[in-house]
């Protein structure tokens, strides 16, 4: 996927993948910033602004998934910004296309979203729950599912014109059927070392030219103590009075409201958002009509999950044969939570008519009020308990090392180390690090590494870190901001580099000289023993296997390796790999098996709309941008 990316980084298509998830990055690992930041915008599109902390959250998130090595060529920011104004240009359109989504189709979606299941069923509290952890407002969340709808409904009427003839599938399953296998010459860059000889001038004007690559990370050098509020915990003794108390003082914690275990089938009135008085009420009278001839198939011995399964129109709890699992009062709309109160265990009501629609309810277990004793709770109090004390007794501990630290340097480090030990707490000085050395605790924790490197030398992180279980005090003693050495201090790097660079150039140039004598006619194998290369012969392959057997190459599924034929042999260009370059000649070729097509013709077809889908979106975007007054504001990209 990387390669992938990385291959189609400033493409259209990338710009839609980013749009496709960000709705994930609603939720996961991202608070509100405050500040300035919430009243400024990252851009403008027709005089709607983006806000920069929409922005800055998608795009810190997406960033945590892409190996460094990655990132730096992906241009990431002028992505996340293109794909928002994308979106902010598609659902301007739909609006003036006259395209609306309604109530039901938000609470479907919301309803058939995973991330609000629990046991395979929408939890309502977890919905509430999770939209507060992350400061979300409910209205805030519909309307953005109401902007997803209303962007895919948009994409999918763009692309109902769109046709796929199996001329088009057979093509595909042809190119991706055949299988290749080839001759292979290698030619590594080290063998061609010895011919580089570099200049002092030569290496200056590389260095000059290549400053980036000798980049230096910003690093330091710490003192740090932690403690570990586990350990300390194994020594706490709790007394039996203190759990008695801690219980009898959070007894609500351990008393559990009646609770309810119902099934329901939901039949939802079907009217358009502009539709006429007379024809809500049509479309009402319909589910009614239709509810209550279910209730009558009930009546008469019909199988309550199967219907549910067939025709409810809740289609989380539907799948599940309308079991909606427990739940409390107040968790559910009055009328329905009416009903199920005055229901019997295996009862089943008449027709339940809510904002939603007309509900069959059947009451299918009841939990009345009860309290936890005390001797089930126990062990989780005195745990609780011991956790509590051991956390007010390590940061007591800590505060008293804190001014140790402070003026502690590398000169006085063992008497700190005395004090700490007979606090329980244990003192580690690192070397220079940066923050991937992730060997290093203090870089590969991403707490510690925050407060870390904003410290300046000498300084002393300004409150104890609690992270994973234990509490650290921070202390940078020496700090070099990330820069480029000068070429004297690199010298010896800038040779390395410059050699490795220059050996892949000439393997690359002798590789194409190959390739030119090839097509000329030369033998192959005449030409492997005359330049004394390794060689040897690959595996049938094809353009879905990603990589060629045994060497590892990835070569794309466009590649022209795959169609190489025994009039055209030579593939025209050389392959790089991490040690040189390959050349490759077709040795032998298998056609696709036609018998196979009809299995796989509707997927090839799906896949071809799909592509042709996002290639039609990609250009009518593009033609929405032309036109469109749209402003970057460059300091935050």
Same mark, same amino acid.
């Not at 509810?291 to 709890?317: P, R, T, V």
């Given at each position: ?39 400024? =915008? @990252?851009? #403008? ?30 241009? /990431? ?37 995973? #991330?609000?299941? +629990? ?12 939209? +507060? $952890? ?9 309307? *953005? ?10 994409? +999918? ?5 769109? #046709? ?5 599938? $057979? ?9 290749? =296998? ?12 010895? *011919? ?38 194994? =020594? ?37 958002? %502009? ?12 589910? $009614?009509?239709?509810?209550? %001839?279910?209730?009558?198939? !009930?009546?008469?011995?019909? +199988? ?19 079991? !909606? ?20 265990? %295996? ?36 745990? @609780?308990?011991?956790?509590? &004390?051991?956390?007010? &007794? ?68 300004? =409150? ?12 940078? /003693? ?17 040779? &390395? ?22 097509? &000329? ?64 000649? !077709?040795? *032998? ?11 796989? $013709? ?36």
């Amino acid at each position: 996927m990387l390669a992938f990316i990385r291959e189609k980084k400033r493409s259209k298509f990338v710009i839609l993948i980013l749009g496709v998830i960000i709705l994930v990055f609603v939720f996961w690992g991202m608070s509100p910033q405050g500040g300035a930041i919430n009243n400024a =915008s @990252v851009a #403008t599109v027709d005089g709607t602004p983006i806000p920069l902390e929409t922005y800055s959250r998608i795009y810190q998130e997406r960033a945590k998934q892409i190996p460094k090595e990655f990132l730096e060529n992906m241009n /990431l920011r002028q992505d996340v910004a293109d794909m928002l104004i994308n979106r902010v240009l598609i659902a301007n359109a739909a609006r003036k296309d006259g395209v609306k989504v309604s109530k039901g189709e938000v609470q479907d979606g919301i309803l058939a979203d995973p #991330t609000f299941h +629990n046991d395979g069923k929408f939890d309502f509290d977890f919905y509430i729950s999770l939209l +507060n $952890r992350n400061r979300i407002k409910e209205e805030d969340y519909e309307a *953005s599912i109401k902007e997803e709808i209303l962007i895919q409904k948009m994409t +999918n009427k763009m692309a109902s014109t769109i #046709t796929v003839i199996e001329t088009e599938a $057979r093509k595909l399953f042809e190119r991706e059927g055949r299988e290749v =296998s080839l001759n292979y010459a290698e030619l590594k860059s080290k063998s061609f070392e010895a *011919s580089v000889k570099p200049t002092d001038e030569d290496l200056e004007k590389y260095y000059e030219e290549n400053k980036s690559t000798f980049m230096r990370p910003t690093e330091i050098k710490a003192l740090y103590v932690y403690l570990d509020k586990k350990e300390l915990a194994k =020594s706490v003794s709790v007394l039996e009075e203190e759990i008695q108390a801690r219980y009898e003082k959070n007894i609500s914690r351990y008393t559990k409201p009646v609770e309810f275990k119902a099934s329901h089938i939901l039949i939802k009135p079907s009217a358009s958002d %502009g539709a006429s008085p007379e024809e809500l009420v049509k479309a009402k009278d319909a589910a $009614r009509e239709k509810a209550a %001839g279910l209730l009558k198939e !009930l009546k008469g011995g019909a +199988n309550f999950e199967a219907l549910a399964k067939k025709h409810s129109e809740d289609k989380g709890s539907g799948a599940n044969g309308g079991d !909606l699992g427990y739940f409390g009062l107040g968790r559910m709309v009055k009328p329905f939570e009416t009903a199920v109160v005055n229901l019997n265990i %295996g009862e089943t009501s008449e027709l339940v008519e809510t904002r939603f629609g007309f509900h069959i309810i059947r009451l299918d277990d009841k939990l009345d009020d009860r309290t936890t004793p005390l001797k089930e709770v126990r062990e989780d109090i005195e745990d @609780v308990l011991k956790r509590n &004390e051991a956390d007010e &007794e390590a940061r007591a501990r800590m505060a008293s090392l804190f001014a140790v630290l402070e003026s502690t340097d590398v000169d006085s480090i063992e008497a700190l180390r005395a004090q700490a030990k007979s606090s329980g707490a244990v003192v580690k000085l690192t070397e220079l690090f940066a923050e991937d050395d992730t060997e290093v605790e203090l870089a590969s924790n991403q707490r510690l590494s925050d407060e870390a490197f904003v410290l300046n030398a000498g300084a002393i992180a300004n =409150s104890i870190v609690d992270s994973r279980g234990k509490l650290y005090i921070i202390k940078v /003693l020496e700090r070099v901001d990330a820069h480029v050495p000068a070429f004297d201090k690199v010298k010896g790097l800038i040779k &390395e580099v410059f050699i490795e660079a220059r050996s892949r150039e000439l393997a690359d140039a002798a590789g194409k000289e190959i390739i030119k004598e090839l097509k &000329e006619g030369k033998s192959f194998k005449g030409i492997v023993k005359k330049r004394s290369l390794k060689s040897g012969k690959t595996e049938f392959f094809k353009s879905g296997d990603g990589s060629i057997p045994k060497l590892n190459v990835y070569v794309s599924e466009g590649s022209e390796i795959f169609t190489l034929t025994t009039e055209a042999p030579v593939y025209e260009e050389t392959v790089p790999y991490a040690d040189g370059v390959y050349v490759f000649v !077709l040795r *032998s070729s298998k056609e696709a098996d036609n018998a196979g097509f009809t299995a796989v $013709r509707d997927k090839l077809k799906g896949r071809i709309f799909n592509e042709k889908k996002q290639e039609l979106i990609g250009d009518w975007i593009e033609g929405l941008r032309e036109v469109a007054d749209i402003t970057y504001n460059e300091d935050y990209m």
